[in-house]
């Protein structure tokens, strides 16, 4: 079976970690320089966080501040309750009225049928009277739960500390309590996993802002390959296409590659990429992924050889190399 070679160049570049923190430090100590190799949990730097004075200023001011709210809710709801009780005294004072002159007028139909010696029968009827006071004594009873209630309720949320400032403020004496206790604190970067230093970008006795950049940290091996395919070829390249990689320098240091990266547009080949460097070319940028047990240097250039595949045989079957060379386990 015919297979066409077709040959271009790349670089290998290891994945680079940024380091920094989310509050600011003041760098004590320096144990590492760029380039240098660590092993894993190995010291890098050694820091101290400060809070900021205002923080610590702050942190009462709005504590106090809070509590007043708070004080005044509670003296707010108590309010409350005593024009609850207010109400609960006039609603039930006008019903003992309204049963007492119920009461009153049944007394006084009872004196008339007395009175009255021809007829009979006189004793009167009090059916009607008597309903309307039991109505009334079971809606002063109800009046009675309905407002006992309603102040129970508000007598409960001000002993439990229900209040909306409450949650507030005992997330502040805890944060308060806690800045208090670490004021400082001694604070130890270390390495997360073996690898080079790469840029240090600071320096000892220095005061470095959150989220800016204190160490850059590179893996020991590249893991990546970032090439540039020349225009004619992009249609056939794919993802998960595969690559044999090789150094330019040594013909003994090869792996394979799966392409996981494609660009979304034409760009100029880098100067140091072109095969003839004098001619400007432009292509896609592809990016190939390796086994990160590889010989290859940070930044090295190496060459990129992809074998189009016979129909039939899928893209990632590992393919021999165009030179006599074993491929590694």
């Not at 760098?27 to 923080?55: F, W, Y």
């Not at 949320?157 to 209040?163: A, C, F, N, Q, W």
């Not at 150094?247 to 140091?272: H, M, N, Q």
């Amino acid at each position: 079976m015919h297979q066409t070679v077709v040959t271009f160049y790349g670089f290998a570049e290891n994945k680079e970690t940024e380091i920094n923190f989310n509050y600011s430090v003041a760098v004590d100590q320096i144990h590492v320089s760029p380039g240098q190799m660590v092993k894993k949990d190995e010291p890098l730097l050694a820091m101290h966080r400060i809070q900021s004075k205002e923080t610590l200023v702050d942190q009462p001011f709005r504590i106090k501040e809070l509590m007043a709210k708070e004080q005044s809710w509670k003296t707010e709801n108590e309010g409350d309750i005593k024009l609850i009780r207010t109400k609960k005294r006039l609603e039930l004072e006008q019903i003992a009225t309204d049963i007492q002159r119920l009461q009153e007028e049944k007394k006084f139909q009872a004196s008339l049928y007395k009175d009255l010696k021809s007829v009979k029968n006189n004793k009167p009827n009090y059916t009607i009277i008597d309903a309307k006071i039991a109505a009334l004594q079971k809606e002063s009873q109800l009046t009675i739960e309905s407002f006992d209630q309603e102040i129970t309720n508000i007598e409960k949320e001000i002993s439990v500390g229900t209040s909306p400032y409450r949650a507030e403020i005992k997330r502040l004496l805890a944060e308060q309590a806690f800045d208090v206790a670490n004021k400082t604190i001694d604070i130890q970067l270390k390495a997360p996993i073996d690898g080079v230093i790469g840029n240090i970008y600071c320096k000892e006795a220095e005061h470095i802002p959150s989220y800016k950049t204190l160490i850059s940290f590179y893996e020991p091996n590249p893991s990546l390959v970032k090439g540039f395919v020349q225009e004619d070829l992009i249609l056939h390249v794919a993802i998960k296409d595969s690559f044999l990689i090789r150094s330019s320098k040594d013909a003994t240091t090869f792996c394979y590659g799966v392409v996981t990266g494609l660009g979304s547009r034409i760009v100029e080949i880098p100067e140091r990429l072109r095969k003839i460097q004098d001619y400007k070319t432009y292509g896609r940028e592809i990016l190939v992924s390796i086994p990160k047990e590889n010989n290859f240097l940070q930044k090295e250039k190496v060459i990129l050889e992809f074998i189009n595949q016979p129909e039939g045989i899928s893209p990632q079957t590992n393919r021999k190399p165009i030179v006599d060379l074993k491929v590694k386990e």
